[in-house]
Protein backbone atom coordinates (compact mmCIF):
# COMPACT_ATOMS: atom_id res chain seq x y z
CA UNK A 1 0.00 0.00 0.00
CA UNK A 2 1.32 3.21 -0.81
CA UNK A 3 2.06 5.47 2.06
CA UNK A 4 -0.45 9.47 2.09
CA UNK A 5 1.14 11.92 0.25
CA UNK A 6 1.74 15.33 2.17
CA UNK A 7 2.59 18.53 1.24
CA UNK A 8 3.82 21.06 3.89
CA UNK A 9 3.18 25.22 2.54
CA UNK A 10 4.48 28.61 3.37
CA UNK A 11 2.38 31.56 2.51
CA UNK A 12 3.77 34.63 4.22
CA UNK A 13 4.97 34.10 7.29
CA UNK A 14 7.93 33.50 9.23
CA UNK A 15 8.39 29.46 8.19
CA UNK A 16 8.72 29.35 11.96
CA UNK A 17 5.63 26.48 11.88
CA UNK A 18 8.18 24.58 9.34
CA UNK A 19 10.81 25.04 11.13
CA UNK A 20 9.21 23.17 13.98
CA UNK A 21 8.26 20.26 11.86
CA UNK A 22 11.97 20.14 10.80
CA UNK A 23 13.20 20.31 14.55
CA UNK A 24 11.09 17.00 15.36
CA UNK A 25 14.70 15.71 15.31
CA UNK A 26 13.82 12.58 17.08
CA UNK A 27 10.41 11.67 15.15
CA UNK A 28 11.62 12.64 11.85
CA UNK A 29 12.35 9.00 10.77
CA UNK A 30 9.41 7.72 12.01
CA UNK A 31 7.39 10.57 9.87
CA UNK A 32 8.98 10.13 6.75
CA UNK A 33 8.50 6.53 6.96
CA UNK A 34 4.40 6.93 7.59
CA UNK A 35 4.42 9.61 5.09
CA UNK A 36 5.57 10.35 1.81
CA UNK A 37 6.87 14.14 1.75
CA UNK A 38 5.60 15.36 -2.10
CA UNK A 39 5.70 19.29 -1.38
CA UNK A 40 8.22 20.83 1.02
CA UNK A 41 9.73 23.71 -0.13
CA UNK A 42 11.52 25.52 2.95
CA UNK A 43 13.03 21.44 3.05
CA UNK A 44 14.18 21.12 -0.36
CA UNK A 45 14.59 22.01 -4.00
CA UNK A 46 13.25 18.44 -5.53
CA UNK A 47 9.89 19.01 -5.13
CA UNK A 48 6.62 17.53 -7.33
CA UNK A 49 4.52 20.41 -7.17
CA UNK A 50 1.29 18.59 -9.10
CA UNK A 51 0.56 15.45 -7.99
CA UNK A 52 -2.56 14.64 -5.42
CA UNK A 53 -1.92 15.34 -1.43
CA UNK A 54 -3.72 13.13 1.04
CA UNK A 55 -3.16 16.04 3.42
CA UNK A 56 -1.95 19.75 3.09
CA UNK A 57 -0.57 21.86 5.58
CA UNK A 58 -0.10 25.41 5.35
CA UNK A 59 1.28 27.64 7.11
CA UNK A 60 1.21 31.25 6.91
CA UNK A 61 -1.85 34.35 6.14
CA UNK A 62 -2.93 35.56 2.67
CA UNK A 63 -1.25 38.65 1.64
CA UNK A 64 -1.19 38.44 -1.33
CA UNK A 65 -2.39 37.73 -4.96
CA UNK A 66 0.53 35.48 -5.46
CA UNK A 67 -0.20 33.76 -1.55
CA UNK A 68 -4.57 33.57 -2.87
CA UNK A 69 -3.37 32.15 -5.95
CA UNK A 70 -0.98 29.47 -4.23
CA UNK A 71 -3.52 27.95 -1.67
CA UNK A 72 -6.33 27.52 -3.87
CA UNK A 73 -3.91 25.36 -5.90
CA UNK A 74 -2.96 23.68 -2.39
CA UNK A 75 -6.84 23.65 -1.64
CA UNK A 76 -7.44 21.92 -5.29
CA UNK A 77 -5.42 19.03 -4.80
CA UNK A 78 -5.41 18.40 -1.36
CA UNK A 79 -8.04 15.75 0.28
CA UNK A 80 -7.65 17.56 3.17
CA UNK A 81 -6.10 21.08 4.24
CA UNK A 82 -4.56 21.83 7.90
CA UNK A 83 -3.95 25.71 8.70
CA UNK A 84 -0.57 25.52 10.45
CA UNK A 85 0.15 28.66 13.05
CA UNK A 86 -1.57 31.42 14.13
CA UNK A 87 -1.05 33.42 11.14
CA UNK A 88 -2.72 30.95 8.54
CA UNK A 89 -5.73 30.30 11.57
CA UNK A 90 -6.32 34.14 12.76
CA UNK A 91 -4.14 36.29 10.25
CA UNK A 92 -1.54 36.41 13.20
CA UNK A 93 1.02 39.45 12.94
CA UNK A 94 0.22 39.92 9.37
CA UNK A 95 -2.83 40.66 10.14
CA UNK A 96 -1.84 43.30 12.66
CA UNK A 97 -2.85 46.53 10.29
CA UNK A 98 -6.84 45.55 10.13
CA UNK A 99 -8.82 48.04 9.90
CA UNK A 100 -5.99 50.69 8.78
CA UNK A 101 -5.59 51.86 5.03
CA UNK A 102 -2.90 49.56 3.87
CA UNK A 103 -1.56 51.58 0.73
CA UNK A 104 -1.29 54.73 3.49
CA UNK A 105 1.06 52.03 5.31
CA UNK A 106 2.99 51.51 2.05
CA UNK A 107 3.28 54.80 0.83
CA UNK A 108 4.72 55.39 4.51
CA UNK A 109 7.33 52.53 4.09
CA UNK A 110 8.19 52.37 0.51
CA UNK A 111 6.25 55.93 -0.75
CA UNK A 112 6.26 56.59 -4.75
CA UNK A 113 7.00 52.30 -5.31
CA UNK A 114 3.92 51.33 -2.79
CA UNK A 115 1.56 50.83 -5.48
CA UNK A 116 3.66 48.46 -7.46
CA UNK A 117 3.69 45.78 -4.55
CA UNK A 118 1.86 42.93 -4.80
CA UNK A 119 -0.65 42.92 -1.53
CA UNK A 120 -3.81 42.85 -0.25
CA UNK A 121 -5.45 43.18 3.26
CA UNK A 122 -4.56 40.20 5.52
CA UNK A 123 -6.97 37.20 5.16
CA UNK A 124 -6.80 33.96 7.53
CA UNK A 125 -7.18 30.87 5.13
CA UNK A 126 -10.19 30.37 6.27
CA UNK A 127 -11.55 33.41 4.56
CA UNK A 128 -10.01 32.12 1.14
CA UNK A 129 -10.63 28.50 1.06
CA UNK A 130 -12.16 25.42 3.01
CA UNK A 131 -10.08 24.57 6.04
CA UNK A 132 -10.72 21.44 7.36
CA UNK A 133 -8.27 21.63 10.67
CA UNK A 134 -6.82 24.06 12.37
CA UNK A 135 -3.79 23.71 14.55
CA UNK A 136 -2.99 27.21 16.35
CA UNK A 137 -0.01 28.68 17.89
CA UNK A 138 3.08 30.92 17.68
CA UNK A 139 4.62 28.82 16.44
CA UNK A 140 2.58 25.32 16.97
CA UNK A 141 3.50 23.02 19.35
CA UNK A 142 5.41 20.12 18.15
CA UNK A 143 3.32 17.04 20.01
CA UNK A 144 0.31 18.80 18.59
CA UNK A 145 1.62 18.61 14.93
CA UNK A 146 2.95 14.91 15.19
CA UNK A 147 -0.47 13.74 16.92
CA UNK A 148 -2.98 15.04 14.55
CA UNK A 149 -0.63 13.69 11.49
CA UNK A 150 -1.05 10.66 13.59
CA UNK A 151 -5.04 10.85 14.06
CA UNK A 152 -5.22 11.47 10.66
CA UNK A 153 -2.88 8.54 8.84
CA UNK A 154 -5.24 6.47 11.41
CA UNK A 155 -9.02 7.85 10.21
CA UNK A 156 -9.65 9.79 13.05
CA UNK A 157 -10.21 13.10 14.20
CA UNK A 158 -7.48 15.11 15.81
CA UNK A 159 -8.29 16.00 19.03
CA UNK A 160 -6.89 19.68 19.84
CA UNK A 161 -7.81 21.20 23.07
CA UNK A 162 -10.75 24.00 22.84
CA UNK A 163 -10.51 25.23 26.64
CA UNK A 164 -8.16 28.14 27.87
CA UNK A 165 -4.86 28.46 28.73
CA UNK A 166 -5.93 29.64 32.16
CA UNK A 167 -6.69 25.39 33.22
CA UNK A 168 -3.24 24.54 31.86
CA UNK A 169 -1.80 27.08 34.06
CA UNK A 170 -4.03 25.89 37.20
CA UNK A 171 -2.72 22.19 36.66
CA UNK A 172 0.30 23.80 37.23
CA UNK A 173 -0.28 25.13 40.21
CA UNK A 174 1.21 28.61 38.91
CA UNK A 175 0.80 31.79 40.77
CA UNK A 176 -2.20 33.63 38.82
CA UNK A 177 -0.52 36.95 37.59
CA UNK A 178 -3.95 38.32 37.11
CA UNK A 179 -5.27 37.50 40.10
CA UNK A 180 -2.15 38.61 42.53
CA UNK A 181 -0.59 40.95 40.36
CA UNK A 182 -3.17 42.90 38.38
CA UNK A 183 -1.17 42.26 34.87
CA UNK A 184 -3.16 42.00 31.64
CA UNK A 185 -3.20 37.89 31.28
CA UNK A 186 -4.70 36.82 27.83
CA UNK A 187 -4.96 33.16 29.19
CA UNK A 188 -8.56 32.78 30.47
CA UNK A 189 -9.72 33.90 26.51
CA UNK A 190 -6.60 32.06 24.53
CA UNK A 191 -6.56 28.35 23.34
CA UNK A 192 -4.46 25.53 25.46
CA UNK A 193 -1.77 23.66 24.37
CA UNK A 194 1.66 25.80 25.34
CA UNK A 195 1.17 23.51 28.90
CA UNK A 196 0.96 27.76 30.24
CA UNK A 197 4.71 28.23 29.30
CA UNK A 198 5.02 31.97 29.82
CA UNK A 199 2.84 32.34 33.25
CA UNK A 200 5.04 29.28 33.95
CA UNK A 201 7.95 31.90 33.72
CA UNK A 202 6.19 34.46 35.63
CA UNK A 203 5.24 36.13 31.84
CA UNK A 204 2.00 37.26 31.41
CA UNK A 205 0.09 35.35 28.27
CA UNK A 206 0.09 37.55 25.42
CA UNK A 207 -2.40 35.19 23.20
CA UNK A 208 -0.30 33.90 20.73
CA UNK A 209 -1.93 30.74 20.42
CA UNK A 210 -5.48 32.96 18.97
CA UNK A 211 -8.74 32.82 21.21
CA UNK A 212 -10.14 29.68 22.86
CA UNK A 213 -13.80 28.33 21.98
CA UNK A 214 -14.74 27.02 24.90
CA UNK A 215 -13.30 30.16 26.93
CA UNK A 216 -15.79 31.77 29.33
CA UNK A 217 -15.63 35.08 27.94
CA UNK A 218 -18.22 36.44 30.21
CA UNK A 219 -16.25 35.47 33.41
CA UNK A 220 -13.06 36.66 32.34
CA UNK A 221 -14.31 40.25 31.70
CA UNK A 222 -15.87 40.48 34.81
CA UNK A 223 -12.54 39.51 35.93
CA UNK A 224 -10.66 41.76 34.07
CA UNK A 225 -13.17 44.51 35.24
CA UNK A 226 -12.43 43.59 39.14
CA UNK A 227 -8.64 43.92 38.28
CA UNK A 228 -9.24 47.67 36.74
CA UNK A 229 -8.10 46.43 33.67
CA UNK A 230 -10.04 48.49 30.77
CA UNK A 231 -10.90 45.68 28.10
CA UNK A 232 -9.52 47.76 25.75
CA UNK A 233 -6.07 47.22 27.01
CA UNK A 234 -6.98 43.01 26.76
CA UNK A 235 -8.18 43.59 23.27
CA UNK A 236 -5.46 45.73 22.31
CA UNK A 237 -2.50 42.68 23.57
CA UNK A 238 -5.13 40.32 22.55
CA UNK A 239 -4.92 42.27 18.65
CA UNK A 240 -1.01 41.68 18.05
CA UNK A 241 -2.27 37.63 16.99
CA UNK A 242 -5.99 37.70 16.44
CA UNK A 243 -8.81 39.61 16.23
CA UNK A 244 -11.22 39.50 19.09
CA UNK A 245 -14.67 40.69 20.06
CA UNK A 246 -14.20 41.77 23.64
CA UNK A 247 -17.49 43.58 25.58
CA UNK A 248 -19.00 44.00 28.15
CA UNK A 249 -21.77 44.16 26.77
CA UNK A 250 -24.32 40.72 27.74
CA UNK A 251 -24.04 38.46 25.33
S1 LIG B 1 -1.53 33.64 35.15
FE1 LIG B 1 -2.75 34.03 33.31
S2 LIG B 1 -2.96 32.01 32.35
FE2 LIG B 1 -2.34 31.66 34.47
S3 LIG B 1 -4.29 31.38 35.59
FE3 LIG B 1 -3.71 33.56 35.76
S4 LIG B 1 -4.81 34.54 34.07
FE4 LIG B 1 -4.77 32.35 33.64
S1 LIG C 1 1.18 31.37 27.62
FE1 LIG C 1 0.17 32.62 26.09
S2 LIG C 1 1.83 33.81 25.08
FE2 LIG C 1 2.78 32.10 26.21
S3 LIG C 1 2.98 30.45 24.69
FE3 LIG C 1 1.03 30.13 25.79
S4 LIG C 1 -0.50 31.17 24.53
FE4 LIG C 1 1.50 31.95 23.87
Redesign the pocket.
Known amino acids: MSKPKIGIFGLTGCAGDQLVILNCEDQLLDLVAAVDIRDFLTATSANDTESRLDVAFVEGAVLSKRDEETLKKIRERSDVLVALGTCAVWGGIPALDRGRDRLELLQTVYGNKAEQYDTMPTKALHEVVKVDLNISGCPIEKEQFLSSVADLLNGNPPLLPDY???AE??WKE?N????EKGEV?C??LTIAGCK?RC?ELNV??AGCRGPATDANVKSAVALFQEKGISLTDVAAKFRTFAPVQITDKPE
Open positions: AVCCKNCLLICGPAPAC
